[in-house]
């Protein structure tokens, strides 16, 4: 029988690829969502892509009763969890929100678990919370910061996952006796691309926060022009350099990191990066090359709180998982192009 496995956010940008990806490794999916950050159109796209219907229920990951709903209906062996708030910088002026969601979110999940003596757990974490990165590449024993509410979220979700299985080598917490919180916290760099059918995508709502989906709506006409933050950074050609990695390697990541889960005991925390760094001007011209687009940009001084360089080490993740990228940056783009150019205006057109 294939395990099901429950996915939090599931319409989301990064699970509705993983969803495919847990598929395709074997995994039974049932989604959740509650729609704040994403398209109920991603359904149809998904029972088109993967030929079946999605299992799916629209809830908010907060409510204890919602949760404790899909457990008793659903016999869920694992959790992938990337429900949560994203936006960096809308962190810092809605904290209340970032931390009612994203932590709420967390304990009401990791509750109804506890209660079900569920304890595969595999969480959203971020290169963000390695804060201000004092050597590169980054590996996971670097020391860990956060700069602003959002960083501070997942700093923090970590922690609550480390207690919980700290807890159960004492005690459990009113929950099964037995089994052992098995938790692998995945620490991406800078998801970016598409599945290759273009079906689906990123799709952010008002003006994009990251780089490729702005400079998507540049090629495609949406956006007059790019503004580049800095060209005075001490890397190769001035601006900030990072790890993008595609969408659907990160996806696999998942895959991999719930099969470890499955056959090995014990928790993992891994980066998912591809270990090689890009500049803004690097994306640009690939992006300009797949898209047969001129990208226009300007250059302006840089922002307060951005870094000058990030990639990751992703020696670990390829140890303990057997998982690697393999996708370019080339390709990151051309997938990016055919998803935006055959959605101008994303799923809701
Ligand atoms: N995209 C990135 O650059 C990036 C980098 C590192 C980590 N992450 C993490 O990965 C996860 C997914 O990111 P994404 O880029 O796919 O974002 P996304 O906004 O596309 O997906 C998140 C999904 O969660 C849903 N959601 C939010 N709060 C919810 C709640 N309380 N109940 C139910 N659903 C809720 C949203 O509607 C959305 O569909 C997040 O946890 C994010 O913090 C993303």
């Not at 990806?21 to 149809?44: K, R």
């Not at 678990?113 to 959203?124: L, P, W």
């Not at 919370?129 to 020391?143: F, I, N």
């Not at 080339?330 to 799923?347: L, V, Y």
């Amino acid at each position: 029988m294939k395990p099901t496995v429950l996915l939090t956010g599931a319409t989301g940008y990064i699970a509705s690829h993983t969803w495919l990806a847990l598929q395709g490794a074997g995994f039974d999916v049932v989604g959740v969502d509650d729609f704040s950050n994403s398209s109920p159109e991603v359904l149809n796209r998904l029972r088109e892509l993967s030929d079946r219907e999605p299992v799916f229920e629209r809830a908010n990951v907060c409510d204890e009763a919602a949760m404790e709903g899909l457990f008793r209906r659903h016999p869920i062996a694992a959790v992938v969890h990337f429900a949560a708030f994203k936006a960096v910088g809308e962190s810092t002026t809605r904290p209340l929100a970032y931390y009612a969601n994203n932590i709420g979110g967390l304990l009401g999940v990791c509750g109804a678990m506890q209660r079900h003596g569920v304890k595969r757990f595999v969480f959203s974490s971020s290169a963000t919370v390695y804060g201000q990165p004092e050597r590169l590449p980054l590996r996971e024993d670097a020391p860990l910061s956060a700069t602003n509410p959002y960083g501070q979220t997942k700093l923090m979700g970590e922690q609550i996952l480390r207690d919980l299985g700290a807890a159960d080598s004492v005690a459990t917490e009113g929950g099964a006796r037995g089994a052992a919180w098995q938790t692998a916290c995945l620490r991406y760099f800078n998801p970016v691309g598409a599945h290759a059918s273009g079906r689906i995508g990123e799709d952010p709502r008002g003006v994009p926060n990251n780089l490729m989906p702005y400079v998507a709506q540049v090629a495609v006409g949406r956006l007059a022009r790019l503004s580049v933050y800095g060209r005075d950074y001490p890397t190769p050609d001035g601006t900030g350099v990072r790890d993008y990695i595609h969408v659907v390697d990160l996806a696999e990541g998942h895959a991999a990191a719930l099969r470890r889960l499955f056959e090995q005991a014990g928790s993992v925390t891994v980066n998912l990066g591809t270990g090689r760094s890009y500049s803004v001007l690097d994306v640009v011209a690939a992006y300009a090359k797949a898209s047969g687009r001129e990208i226009a940009y300007e250059v302006k001084p840089r922002r307060p709180g951005d870094i000058a360089a990030c990639w990751a080490d992703p020696t670990l993740a390829r140890e303990l998982l057997g998982w690697s990228s393999k996708l370019d940056l080339a390709r990151m783009c051309e997938d990016s192009w055919r998803w935006q150019s055959m959605n101008p205006k994303g799923f809701d057109a």
